[in-house]
Nanobody
Framework: QVHLVESGGGLVQPGGSLTLSCAAS????????MSWSPQAPGEERYLVAG????????FYDHSVKGRFTISSDDVDKMLYLQMNNLNPSDTAVYYC??????????WGQGTQVTVST
C-alpha cells in the first residue's frame, strides 16, 4: 500500500523560509516522478515543482522559480521542498504527489503553509 506523508508546514512571516518533507512508502521511489502541488482555498491544485531520478533537471513553475528548490533522497524515500522568500500568495495546503508513467497519481494528505504577519 502506498503512503505519502507530508510534514514541515506552518506559519511563517513574509520573506521567511520553510522546508517541507514527504516520506514515501510502498513504491519503488526512483521509478516515480515526485512533485509538490499547492492548493489555496477555492483554487485548483497545480504542480509547482517536480523531480525524477533519470537525470532530467527539476521542473519549476514560474511562480516559484528561484525561490523554491525540490530535492529527493532515493535511499530514504524522501522528497523535500525548500521554500525561500515566501509571500502571502504562497499560502496553501501543499501536497506531495508520486506518479508512475500514465498511472493515476498517489497523493499525500497535505501540509498547511500560511504566510502572514
Amino acid at each position: 500500500q502506498v503512503h505519502l506523508v507530508e510534514s514541515g508546514g506552518g506559519l511563517v512571516q513574509p520573506g521567511g523560509s520553510l522546508t517541507l518533507s514527504c516520506a514515501a512508502s510502498g513504491i519503488t521511489f526512483g521509478q516515480y516522478y515526485m512533485s509538490w502541488s499547492p492548493q489555496a482555498p477555492g483554487e485548483e491544485r497545480y504542480l509547482v515543482a517536480g523531480i525524477s531520478s533519470v537525470g532530467a533537471p527539476p521542473f519549476y513553475d514560474h511562480s516559484v522559480k528561484g525561490r523554491f528548490t525540490i530535492s529527493s533522497d532515493d535511499v530514504d524515500k524522501m522528497l523535500y521542498l525548500q521554500m525561500n522568500n515566501l509571500n502571502p500568495s504562497d499560502t496553501a495546503v501543499y501536497y506531495c504527489q508520486a506518479k508512475f508513467g500514465l498511472d493515476s497519481p498517489y497523493w499525500g494528505q497535505g501540509t498547511q503553509v500560511t504566510v502572514s504577519t
